[in-house]
């Protein structure tokens, strides 16, 4: 069977797996395996496995993210874009079998760069141009020695990238072990960084290794690092300074042979002002910053994230799903507060609400629906148009007018002592005033300084006006504002 002619079974059905050996049996093989924990450590060790996986602990995915050396071919129903999985067996007959072994036998590996080029796409999913820039920024860093900050808001994938620049990184082959500063306990933080000695403290029973340790050879992922405590900081920063650690209790110094990737959606140049953040410290991490960024820059990229989470959350389902492209429309034009994290949850409810069928726009939970008076609103209500894209002054006021004159005051006043490009109101004359045009007016101008101010992105001009997104577009459609700003 060539390179690929050692043969691993990994199916908890047993009758198959009976079938598929008497048919092996006519054919030289290697080595079939019928434990799976053993079957995994072989694939460890070696290269060259051709696998058969019907019923498995471990899901395809994982196995083909895992080992990229060596070929599968299921025994159920699954599909899968990687290039090292070669298909499924739909029958269980020796014609069948020995066509996809043949497929497994002229199969070869890429080179290493496209193997780790292609699991980098895997795993960061997009290709807007702030993603692009993101896996740009990978590359450059991932085999340097230097750490790396990322920044970014709740949900944006910061472990995926740290995960990512650990896979391209000259420790890819040791651990990568992430640790949340921000979910334990201050006083147990240390123990967990740096380990203990038995008997250090009350419960310490025996010795133990930190994540320092557990991550020798390979990356430390500090996860929410602005959320330490800033006695921990003080301890961290000798480390980084030093390259050597002692347990608690211990005098022996270890060294910390570990990549550092730290990150944290907090604002630290600002926690640095207020004394909760050592700056020395923030100088010692932020040597290569990456910003992750959030989901409402990124809408282009939610057809992408949406067919990746249903391939992920499939398996785990057992059910199909499909998003209809009125409710991908509606999607891209929610602000996504969580981020790529609550896309992936809604996929999830998505799955058990509606298994098996295609998601449409009344499915989805209210919160991503268009807004409803965004719908039913029509626009041929333009007969105040033409007042409305203009600010009206009056160029000449008499001494009663200039009492009466009100403006809002939001900025730097102009030449004639009025708030520069701010509102003039009109004095209320007994002629009256337009009520509607003027709160319009209002409005008109409020959206193109937000507009303004966010470099023409609407979903970040859109909170700044404390509104969605979908009723800025509107608004914008309704007076004719376009996205020159």
């Given at each position: 069977?060539?390179?690929?002619?050692?043969?691993?079974?990994?199916?908890?059905?047993?009758?198959?797996?009976?079938?598929?050996?008497?048919?092996?049996?006519?054919?030289?093989?290697?080595?079939?395996?019928?434990?799976?924990?053993?079957?995994?450590?072989?694939?460890?060790?070696?290269?060259?496995?051709?696998?058969?996986?019907?019923?498995?602990?471990?899901?395809?995915?994982?196995?083909?993210?895992?080992?990229?050396?060596?070929?599968?071919?299921?025994?159920?129903?699954?599909?899968?874009?990687?290039?090292?999985?070669?298909?499924?067996?739909?029958?269980?007959?020796?014609?069948?079998?020995?066509?996809?072994?043949?497929?497994?036998?002229?199969?070869?590996?890429?080179?290493?760069?496209?193997?780790?080029?292609?699991?980098?796409?895997?795993?960061?999913?997009?290709?807007?141009?702030?993603?692009?820039?993101?896996?740009?920024?990978?590359?450059?860093?991932?085999?340097?020695?230097?750490?790396?900050?990322?920044?970014?808001?709740?949900?944006?994938?910061?472990?995926?990238?740290?995960?990512?620049?650990?896979?391209?990184?000259?420790?890819?082959?040791?651990?990568?072990?992430?640790?949340?500063?921000?979910?334990?306990?201050?006083?147990?933080?240390?123990?967990?960084?740096?380990?203990?000695?038995?008997?250090?403290?009350?419960?310490?029973?025996?010795?133990?290794?930190?994540?320092?340790?557990?991550?020798?050879?390979?990356?430390?992922?500090?996860?929410?690092?602005?959320?330490?405590?800033?006695?921990?900081?003080?301890?961290?920063?000798?480390?980084?300074?030093?390259?050597?650690?002692?347990?608690?209790?211990?005098?022996?110094?270890?060294?910390?042979?570990?990549?550092?990737?730290?990150?944290?959606?907090?604002?630290?140049?600002?926690?640095?002002?207020?004394?909760?953040?050592?700056?020395?410290?923030?100088?010692?991490?932020?040597?290569?910053?990456?910003?992750?960024?959030?989901?409402?820059e990124r809408c282009r990229d939610i057809p992408l994230l949406l067919h990746?989470?249903?391939?992920?959350?499939?398996?785990?389902?057992?059910?199909?799903?499909?998003?209809?492209?009125?409710?991908?429309?509606?999607?891209?034009?929610?602000?996504?507060?969580?981020?790529?994290?609550?896309?992936?949850?809604?996929?999830?409810?998505?799955?058990?609400?509606?298994?098996?069928?295609?998601?449409?726009?009344?499915?989805?939970?209210?919160?991503?629906?268009?807004?409803?008076?965004?719908?039913?609103?029509?626009?041929?209500?333009?007969?105040?148009?033409?007042?409305?894209?203009?600010?009206?002054?009056?160029?000449?006021?008499?001494?009663?007018?200039?009492?009466?004159?009100?403006?809002?005051?939001?900025?730097?006043?102009?030449?004639?002592?009025?708030?520069?490009?701010?509102?003039?109101?009109?004095?209320?004359?007994?002629?009256?005033?337009?009520?509607?045009?003027?709160?319009?007016?209002?409005?008109?101008?409020?959206?193109?300084?937000?507009?303004?101010?966010?470099?023409?992105?609407?979903?970040?001009?859109?909170?700044?006006?404390?509104?969605?997104?979908?009723?800025?577009?509107?608004?914008?459609?309704?007076?004719?504002?376009?996205?020159?700003?």
């Amino acid at each position: 069977m060539g390179s690929f002619g050692k043969i691993l079974i990994i199916d908890g059905d047993l009758e198959r797996r009976g079938k598929l050996e008497a048919i092996l049996s006519f054919m030289q093989v290697d080595w079939v395996s019928h434990d799976e924990a053993a079957a995994l450590s072989a694939l460890a060790d070696a290269a060259g496995f051709t696998v058969l996986l019907g019923q498995s602990r471990t899901t395809l995915g994982e196995l083909l993210h895992q080992y990229p050396r060596h070929v599968f071919i299921t025994l159920a129903a699954s599909a899968d874009p990687s290039p090292n999985f070669i298909g499924c067996l739909r029958q269980m007959t020796y014609h069948e079998l020995t066509r996809l072994l043949s497929q497994a036998q002229r199969w070869c590996p890429p080179p290493v760069a496209e193997q780790q080029e292609w699991r980098l796409h895997q795993l960061l999913v997009g290709e807007c141009p702030a993603m692009l820039e993101v896996k740009s920024l990978i590359r450059q860093v991932a085999d340097k020695q230097a750490n790396v900050l990322l920044l970014g808001e709740s949900g944006t994938g910061k472990e995926v990238i740290a995960r990512a620049i650990h896979m391209l990184s000259l420790q890819s082959e040791g651990p990568f072990v992430p640790i949340n500063c921000g979910a334990i306990p201050a006083e147990l933080l240390e123990s967990e960084l740096f380990g203990h000695e038995k008997g250090a403290f009350t419960g310490a029973v025996s010795s133990r290794k930190g994540r320092f340790e557990l991550a020798a050879g390979g990356t430390l992922f500090l996860d929410e690092i602005g959320d330490m405590p800033l006695p921990m900081q003080v301890k961290l920063l000798r480390v980084l300074q030093e390259r050597t650690f002692e347990r608690v209790g211990g005098t022996r110094p270890i060294t910390a042979n570990v990549r550092i990737i730290a990150a944290t959606h907090r604002d630290l140049e600002k926690m640095i002002l207020e004394r909760r953040f050592r700056e020395d410290l923030y100088y010692r991490l932020n040597v290569f910053p990456i910003v992750a960024p959030p989901l409402r820059e990124r809408c282009r990229d939610i057809p992408l994230l949406l067919h990746e989470l249903i391939n992920r959350h499939r398996q785990v389902h057992d059910a199909e799903l499909a998003f209809s492209a009125p409710a991908v429309s509606a999607l891209k034009e929610y602000a996504w507060p969580g981020n790529v994290r609550e896309l992936s949850n809604l996929v999830e409810r998505m799955f058990i609400l509606c298994p098996g069928r295609e998601v449409g726009v009344d499915d989805l939970p209210a919160r991503y629906r268009p807004e409803s008076e965004a719908g039913s609103r029509t626009f041929d209500e333009m007969d105040e148009q033409a007042a409305l894209s203009s600010i009206f002054r009056q160029p000449e006021r008499d001494e009663f007018e200039e009492e009466n004159e009100v403006f809002f005051d939001f900025g730097a006043d102009d030449a004639d002592g009025h708030p520069d490009g701010d509102f003039y109101l009109p004095p209320l004359t007994a002629e009256g005033i337009n009520l509607k045009e003027m709160l319009a007016n209002i409005e008109i101008d409020m959206i193109g300084r937000a507009l303004e101010a966010s470099d023409g992105v609407v979903a970040r001009a859109a909170e700044q006006l404390g509104m969605r997104r979908t009723t800025l577009v509107e608004k914008m459609k309704k007076y004719g504002i376009g996205r020159e700003y």
